[in-house]
Structure formats: structure tokens, C-alpha cells
């Protein structure tokens, strides 16, 4: 079957770093993505990764291990602003489609 | 400015009424998707669309039908064989540049009376 686990709430303090886990299981593996999600609104892209490793956007970092299926979200420097929901989805890789499949979301509340 | 429009923003229908939500994009994308979104679950996918003309049902079809019969529309019919309509839909679409990355529309929240 196909599983992707992350956890359903966090709480971290402005200026602080936090890291969101997200282990998945699934068949036909094609890349990692990370959305973030204000309440109500659309999910924005944050971050993708295909290869083992880190990758590095500003305050935010993803980083990727296929061989254990899991991956993080790094956020540095937390602002107020980055109160939401971070969704781990992965790319299954199946005939011609590429389809997202969904966590259901880490709650992330920044605290002063 | 490209992107993808959803209307409306919010939609009321009493129960056993069908109900269409549009979609639509203007970055030239080929794949169309409608997602479903319930409090405490992730994105389930209910129709996804590779190119004009065909169109493949997710894991959650029952209830839902959709037609594409132009590139840039995806709409979705909200039929009321769907048991629990209320939720939060969202149309994504991707293009084959780049890590192809799904692009959200802004989402129409349904409730059914």
C-alpha cells in the first residue's frame, strides 16, 4: 500500500528553528514535494526532492533519504507568519501519470 | 497574470442537488487535477486529467463526474449520489517543466444543507 506519516501538530517559538518529519511508504517512487497551506487557502510549493540529500531554499530546507522513505522540512528563523499547515506529498510514478499523494499535514503554530 | 482561478469561493446547495465547480487555468498546463480536502485528512484525489478529451478517476470518484473539453477548464460535478459532500475542493494543474510541481487553485468551499 501507500502511507505517508508526518506529525499533526507542532509548536515553535518565533526566531527558533523547527524540523517537520515526514516518513512515506509507496510504490513507483518519483520525487518528495513540500506545500505549505494557510487555513483556507491554496497549498503553495515550497521545496522538492528526487536525490538523497539537502536542499536549500532561504529559510527553508528539505532534505530526503529514499532508502529509509523519510524526509524533513527545515524552517529557520521562524516568523509569525509561518503559522500553517506543511503537507508531504510524494510523486508516484505510475504508466504516464504523475500523481501527488498526500500526508495529511503538520499543523506548525509560532509562538512569540 | 497566469494562475488558476476556482469559482466560487463559497457555494451553498440543499442535499440532492447536483452542483458544478469551475476551473480554470491560463499557464498552458496539460494536467488538470480536483482534490478533496476534510478536516484532519490530506488532498484526495477525485478526477485527474493528462490532456483535453480524457480524463481518469482518483480514489474518491464516487459521486463526482468532470469533462475536459478545453485545456484550460476542469470542471467538477458534485452529483447527489456524493454521501458527504461538504468539504473544501481544490483544482491543481502542472505543466512538464521544471520538477512539475502542482499548482493550486484557490479552493471552493461547498456546503450542502
Known amino acids: 500500500g501507500q502511507n505517508i506519516d508526518q506529525p499533526t501538530e507542532m509548536t515553535a517559538t518565533e526566531g527558533a528553528i523547527v524540523q517537520i518529519n515526514c516518513t512515506y511508504q509507496t510504490s513507483g517512487f518519483n520525487g518528495l514535494f513540500w506545500y505549505q497551506q494557510h487555513a483556507g487557502e491554496a497549498p503553495t510549493f515550497l521545496s522538492y526532492n528526487v536525490l538523497d540529500g539537502l536542499e536549500e531554499k532561504g529559510r527553508f530546507s528539505s532534505f530526503l533519504s529514499r532508502s529509509k522513505g523519510y524526509s524533513y522540512l527545515l524552517l529557520k528563523e521562524l516568523q509569525m507568519k509561518d503559522s500553517a499547515s506543511y503537507l508531504c506529498?510524494?510523486?508516484?510514478?505510475?504508466?504516464?501519470?504523475?500523481?501527488?499523494?498526500f500526508g495529511t499535514g503538520t499543523l506548525l503554530a509560532v509562538q512569540p | 497574470d497566469g494562475g488558476i482561478t476556482q469559482s466560487p469561493k463559497y457555494l451553498f446547495r440543499k442535499e440532492g442537488q447536483n452542483v458544478t465547480l469551475s476551473c480554470e487555468q491560463n499557464?498552458?498546463?496539460?494536467?488538470m487535477y480536483w482534490y478533496r480536502q476534510d478536516p484532519g485528512q490530506g488532498l484526495r484525489l477525485i478526477y485527474y486529467?493528462?490532456?483535453?478529451?480524457?480524463?481518469q478517476k482518483g480514489d474518491i470518484a464516487e459521486g463526482y463526474s468532470v469533462s475536459r473539453e478545453k485545456k484550460e477548464s476542469f470542471p467538477l460535478t458534485v452529483t447527489s449520489a456524493q454521501k458527504n459532500p461538504t468539504a473544501f475542493y481544490l483544482c491543481?494543474?502542472?505543466?512538464?517543466?521544471?520538477?512539475?510541481?502542482?499548482?493550486f487553485g484557490p479552493g471552493t468551499r461547498l456546503t450542502v444543507l
Open positions: 506529498a510524494v510523486r508516484s510514478y505510475g504508466g504516464a501519470t504523475n500523481k501527488l499523494i
Open positions: 491543481a494543474s502542472n505543466g512538464v517543466a521544471g520538477v512539475n510541481e502542482q499548482f
Open positions: 499557464l498552458n498546463h496539460d494536467a
Open positions: 486529467s493528462q490532456i483535453v478529451n480524457d480524463f
